[in-house]
């Protein structure tokens, strides 16, 4: 009887089969072109906003890919869609997995979409496998996480959050005056095959794939980026009031040029949120004057400011003192500063951060640790279950545009990645 295992037959005898192994890159590639198609730009990219006719027909493609697998597919009072693989224990809380179908108005073919199909993916290489696992595995796509067409975004993961908060967000309305509620109630008469479910639930835990948005790991040669957290917001709405004018006649002294004062607190702000570093994200994305014509001294403007860092210690001292600076440079106007989203910055488990990186460490994929610059889903999640996400890098770093593109392997790495972790987290 021999018991010495032969040293010479190699680790490829002696290993196990992993989830990973039955990743079929080409068919998750496939699925990018075959979701690009609803919704499709002339320039290459993806218009499609949440719960359109676009997004619910990419609802009912992702159902048909889960019904030809028999895995159940069901969707919830806020239209998010949820694709479960049973577990051997039906009463287990589920591992979720997965991002959004919906995008920006001019949006690429990744964003989102590829956090859904990669977590079915790695759905479909686990029952490919074979595996059973204790907990039921559910890929989920999240309704209106972009918040371009519903304000606010990521709508679908924070109701699931709390769906006692559901009465409020149905009542939203869009700019042409519909509201969320009748458009959740089109996509449940759209796609009557589709099962309606409770909504929320318990989460056993949550891990969502998702392109990087950013350069990083592109710059570094990174495959896949272990997540460590997503950096807190500070959102603020400036409004200067100074009194119209005749451009012609009024003099220097007499003016109360609202327009004077905004540029002044703009760059007294810009000064206080330079960052050698470069970790301090400080935005004036909207600007607006009144009454923006030329020969009259502007009497108001509007603008927003949008600041980000991953420290809530930095978060809380340069935004506390947004108000001041407006105010000392506010001139002869007066100036109201009003903060209108603040959002902690989010540290997600180690185990989930280490579990990814194990992942991707045992495929002899090139690995780091990063910060999400952008929000998702998952920092709704992150208040329920222990939650993570995978990163893949996009071309130079572009996204929200529809020049927004992706290395298939790279997609194909991060769905290997991802299916090993759910596969573990699934037999907890
Ligand atoms: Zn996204």
């Not at 224990?89 to 989102?112: E, I, N, R, W």
């Not at 350069?215 to 997540?227: C, F, S, W, Y």
């Not at 108000?323 to 540290?347: G, L, W, Y």
Request: glycine share 8%; with cysteine.
């Amino acid at each position: 009887m021999e018991w010495q295992v032969n040293p010479t037959s190699g680790p490829q005898a002696t290993k196990p089969k992993a989830a990973s192994d039955y990743v079929d890159g080409q068919r998750l590639w496939q699925r990018h072109l075959d979701m690009a198609r609803l919704g499709a730009t002339g320039n290459g990219g993806v218009r499609r906003l949440a719960l359109t006719a676009e997004d619910n027909e990419a609802r009912g493609l992702l159902a048909t890919w889960a019904a030809n697998r028999n895995f159940d597919v069901s969707m919830d009072a806020i239209g998010n869609v949820f694709v479960r693989r049973e577990g051997t224990d039906s009463h287990a809380a589920p591992v979720l997995t997965g991002s959004h179908l919906d995008s920006q108005p001019t949006g690429g073919k990744f964003d989102g979409t590829y956090g859904v199909l990669a977590a079915l993916e790695a759905l479909e290489a686990i029952d490919t496998a074979g595996f059973k696992t204790r907990r039921p595995i559910e890929v989920v796509s999240w309704t209106n996480e972009e918040g371009c067409r519903f304000v606010p975004g990521c709508t679908g993961s924070l109701v699931y959050r709390t769906p006692a908060d559901l009465q409020r967000y149905l009542v939203i309305k869009d700019v042409e005056g519909i509201s969320l509620g009748d458009a959740v109630r089109a996509a449940h008469a759209a796609l009557p095959t589709i099962r309606q479910r409770p909504l929320g639930g318990p989460v056993w835990a949550f891990v969502e794939a998702h392109i990087e948005q950013g350069p990083e790991l592109e710059r570094q040669a990174k495959t896949i980026g272990a997540v460590t957290g997503i950096q807190g917001t500070r959102r603020f709405e400036i409004t200067v009031h100074g009194e119209d004018a005749h451009a012609g006649t009024t003099p220097r002294r007499a003016r109360k040029d609202a327009l004077s004062a905004a540029v002044a607190m703009v760059a007294a702000l810009e000064q206080l949120f330079y960052d050698k570093e470069d970790t301090v994200r400080f935005t004036v994305g909207r600007f607006e004057v009144w009454p923006n014509a030329p020969s009259v001294v502007p009497g108001k403007v509007f603008f927003t400011i949008d600041f980000r860092h991953p420290d809530d210690a930095v978060l809380t001292s340069l935004g506390d003192q947004v108000a001041s600076i407006c105010e000392t440079n506010r001139k002869n106007s007066t100036v109201d500063v009003k903060q209108v989203i603040r959002t902690p910055p989010i540290k997600f488990p180690e185990r989930i951060v280490a579990a990814v990186e194990l992942a991707a460490q045992r495929l002899g994929l090139p690995t780091m640790r990063i910060a999400s610059g952008a929000a998702h889903d998952a920092q709704n999640l992150f208040h329920l279950a222990p939650t993570g996400m995978i990163f893949v890098p996009c071309e130079k770093g572009i996204s929200h545009n529809e020049r927004e593109n992706a290395q298939q392997a790279d997609l194909t790495a991060g769905a290997r990645v991802l299916a090993d972790v759910i596969l573990d987290l699934a037999n907890e």
